[in-house]
């Protein structure tokens, strides 16, 4: 009975998507979805996180990725909430691995073993940050905004 009631067994986190489709991902969805791990330094320490991709998760909710995440897909942020009150907002398309080369993970590992009270159970990790500022601990809701004005006329495609 206490497993059941412990607050690992417990762990979800809210993902609303650019249209406001939203649902709700445990603790075993998100191990559920391919790894990665990422060695990130703060506050002199150094630790190897383990997680899915952001963008899988993101995925998950609709959210567009890869070679739809052009045009006014890019006017999609990323909004992420602690449960103590901290959030961290960033373009949509810095968390896409065919954007940018540096990687960001939603982590429920450190260092092999689960984040411990006041880091996890899942935290945001950004690959190639010079500080920890946007790497948020006790993620516990994730929600892509769509901040493109949807009754302005179509703009024209930019060409690169």
């Not at 991902?25 to 979805?33: F, K, P, Q, T």
């Not at 092999?112 to 920890?132: H, K, N, S, T, Y």
């Amino acid at each position: 009975m206490a497993l059941l009631a412990s607050p690992a067994a417990a762990q979800t986190i809210a993902v609303t998507g650019p249209e406001g489709q939203s649902l709700t991902l445990s603790a075993a969805d998100i191990a559920a979805l391919p790894r990665q791990t990422v060695t990130f330094a703060g506050h002199g320490e150094s630790h190897v996180y383990e997680g899915p991709l952001l963008i899988d998760v993101l995925a998950k909710a609709g959210a567009p990725t890869g070679k739809a995440l052009r045009g006014p897909n890019l006017a999609h942020v990323v909004l992420v909430e602690s449960s103590d009150g901290y959030k961290v907002a960033f373009g949509l398309a810095e968390s896409d691995p065919g954007t940018r080369s540096n990687r960001m993970i939603l982590a429920d590992k450190a260092d092999g073993a689960p984040m411990g009270e006041g880091q996890g159970p899942f935290r945001l990790i950004v690959e190639g940050d010079l500080r920890p500022a946007r790497g948020a601990r006790m993620v516990s809701a994730i929600k892509v905004l769509n901040l493109g004005d949807k009754a302005a006329p179509s703009a024209p495609a930019h060409k690169h």
